[in-house]
């Protein structure tokens, strides 16, 4: 899981800001939004440009170098903070895989070069990269002079970890293959004018042809009308076919002209549940309820939460702020640069009974 992410120098983040998720309160409702003693899920609210989608996307740049996954081909525009333009981002990670709790952190420049990189595992450095000069824990990793001369120039900006997990044989549960299974897992998208995402997948899939192609015509119906109350009759497929049908009438009319902005939308989330139930290892929806219903989007959250990895979703949509979903400390908000449960933003105790929503409103947070 990931217990802690810090950025600094990001885009707008002049300064470090901290997401920090190893520190739940012990509340005794809702007990499945927290496992093994970290947030597992969450919603995070702010006020517009106060840094939800770029806390997010800053998240995911780890996916940039040591995955192969579907990258966001603009990411690096405007990475750094423009006060500092000839700086560096510094990235810092904190997760916990199994037993092991492990320490990921590095630096990168304007264009996105990775220059300084760092591993802990418990507390131990497994290997230390700065400018030109290098650590490494020759016992966990023997090498010679030559190979640790060449990791350390490293004039062609390769991960460390990336070289490390294609040049020695590991055991199977090695804190590297997890940390590499995570990361392989995770998934950040949105769907607001474009439809974008970052990490998980390594291809671009045309939604309708994949779910006619996995035999999922009949499940997506259910699941429209599950989560949204629309039924839908879809017409007999065959497996070569690349529309969705609907059946009005006796006549055929393709799925895509008569849904709505709200429905397509769904039909992108149903996509991306399908895959997150198979392998997801982290999932960050940002502003996922843009075209629903708010009663449409309490659905959609139960749905997601009910997933086995870890989900946030930023929004601004207060109806889903409610103690009958989560709880206190799984609704973050982001505000000058801080990012902070709502039982951290007041002197209150809060119980399962407070309106959480109508505090909010009311101002109660602000502290």
Request: glycine share 6%; net charge neutral; with cysteine.
């Amino acid at each position: 899981m990931l217990t802690k992410f810090a950025v600094k120098n990001y885009r707008g983040f002049k300064d470090r800001i901290e997401w920090e998720l190893s520190n739940p309160s012990n509340y005794s409702f809702n007990q499945k939004a927290i496992k093994d003693g970290f947030v597992k899920n969450g919603i995070i609210y702010g006020p517009n440009g106060s840094g939800k989608t770029n806390l997010s996307m800053a998240l995911f740049d780890i996916v940039n170098h040591l995955t192969q996954k579907f990258k966001k081909p603009d990411y690096y525009k405007n990475f750094i903070y423009a006060g500092r333009p000839n700086g560096l981002v510094e990235f810092d990670y904190t997760f916990k895989l199994g037993e092991q709790v492990v320490e990921y952190a590095y630096a990168k420049s304007r264009d996105g070069k990775l220059i300084n990189e760092s591993l802990s595992v418990d507390g131990k450095i497994v290997f230390d990269h700065k400018g030109r000069e290098l650590f490494v824990d020759t016992v966990s990793f023997p090498m010679d002079a030559m190979f640790k001369e060449g990791l350390t120039l490293n004039a062609n900006n390769v991960s460390i970890v990336n070289v490390l997990l294609t040049s020695y044989p590991l055991r199977t549960d090695h804190y590297l293959l997890k940390l590499r299974d995570f990361v392989n897992g995770m998934l950040w998208f949105r769907n607001l004018d474009i439809r974008e995402f970052i990490g998980m997948e390594s291809n671009v899939y045309i939604l309708d042809e994949y779910i006619i192609k996995k035999n999922l015509v009949d499940d997506f119906a259910s699941f429209l009308k599950t989560v949204s109350g629309q039924e839908f009759t879809f017409a007999k497929h065959e497996k070569n076919d690349k529309k969705l049908l609907v059946e009005y009438g006796g006549e055929k009319v393709m799925f895509d002209d008569i849904a709505s902005t709200g429905t397509l939308s769904l039909m992108l989330l149903y996509f991306w549940i399908h895959r997150m139930k198979k392998e997801a290892s982290f999932v960050f929806i940002d502003e996922f309820d843009a075209f629903y219903h708010y009663e449409l989007s309490y659905e959609v959250c139960k749905r997601l939460f009910d997933l086995d990895c870890q989900v946030f979703t930023s929004s601004h949509n207060t109806y889903l702020m409610s103690n009958d979903l989560l709880r206190p400390d799984c609704y973050f908000i982001i505000k000058d640069n801080v990012v902070k449960p709502l039982n951290a933003c007041t002197d209150k105790e809060l119980r399962m009974g407070n309106n959480i929503e109508k505090m909010f409103r009311g101002k109660a947070f602000e502290s």
